[in-house]
């Protein structure tokens, strides 16, 4: 198991270029967050290090860090047991309340030589899970990747270094996970991330970088963050609130 130490969306265009996967197919990387990732990386971070964001991901069955034909990794959500403790409490959220299956799962994932690579699959960001000021926001990241190098694997947990993960949010998913939101707030007192569901609305279209169905306008958004992964386990679930 592996927890996210370091995560980050770049922003300068001959690294997104290089590092990012390329989902225009002009043949550079893509990311639609680089115009805000300076403004939104050290809040991220801070997150991580405060232990409000806990993303672990879970090398289903794997023995050989360096060489393995096929595995799952599994991506999950839970929170340290005490602040800086490697030990992590899981969300419940990290799966799906009828099959108990992942619902971040990608199958057939690849280790070679200590590197690996997994997807394209689907990744569910939940960010109220994820401890972002409890907005009820869950986006459906498409076409997500990830790749990594083990630089250390065993019972005590994985190391990963020169992690990336990308993938694509589609305007038509945006706009449903912010009507599902915004029902919440239909009530006398709304919750305090109503105040700024309106400016989203109008921001989030700036950050569309894909034409998907060839029509000459922008409908998607391309995401790509680097990351790097910490030891970790995995000691129960966090109690319900």
């Keep these: 198991m592996g927890v996210v130490t370091k995560l980050e969306s770049p922003a ?7 590092v990012c996967p390329d989902y225009s197919g ?19 971070q801070k997150a991580i290090a405060e232990g409000k964001m806990g993303i672990l991901f879970e090398f289903e069955g ?3 860090f360096v060489n393995t034909a096929a595995f799952d990794l599994n991506g999950l959500v839970g929170e340290p047991e005490a602040a800086g403790s490697t ?9 799906d309340a009828e099959t108990c299956a992942p619902l971040i799962a990608f199958n057939d994932a690849e280790l070679a030589s200590g590197t ?6 689907i990744f569910i960001l939940d960010l109220a899970a994820m401890g972002v ?6 986006l459906q990241i498409g076409d997500a990747q990830l790749s990594g190098d083990v630089t250390a694997g065993g019972p005590d947990g994985v190391t990963v270094q020169n992690g990336i993960l990308a993938g694509v949010i589609t305007k038509q998913l945006i706009d449903e996970a912010l009507a599902i939101a915004e029902e919440q707030c239909h009530v006398p007192e709304p919750p305090s991330f ?17 034409d998907q169905n060839g029509d ?8 790509c963050f680097k990351y790097e992964l910490g030891p970790a386990k995995v000691t129960g679930y966090k109690p319900a609130n």
């Excluded at 300068?12 to 290089?18: T, Y």
């Excluded at 002009?26 to 991220?44: F, H, T, W």
């Excluded at 030990?87 to 799966?95: D, G, R, T, V």
């Excluded at 105040?195 to 989030?204: D, I, M, P, R, W």
């Design 12 to 18: 300068d265009l001959a690294e997104v270029a290089q």
């Design 26 to 44: 002009d043949g550079k990387g893509d990311n639609g967050l680089k115009q805000v990732a300076d403004m939104a990386n050290p809040e991220i």
């Design 62 to 64: 794997v023995t050989d």
């Design 87 to 95: 030990n992590f409490l899981i969300e419940e959220k990290s799966y």
């Design 116 to 121: 690996f690579t997994a997807g394209p699959s």
């Design 133 to 138: 000021d409890q907005v009820p926001l869950v």
């Design 194 to 210: 109503c105040s700024y569901l309106g400016v989203a609305k109008q921001f989030l279209p700036m950050l569309f970088d894909l």
């Design 216 to 223: 000459g306008e922008t409908d998607a958004m391309s995401v």
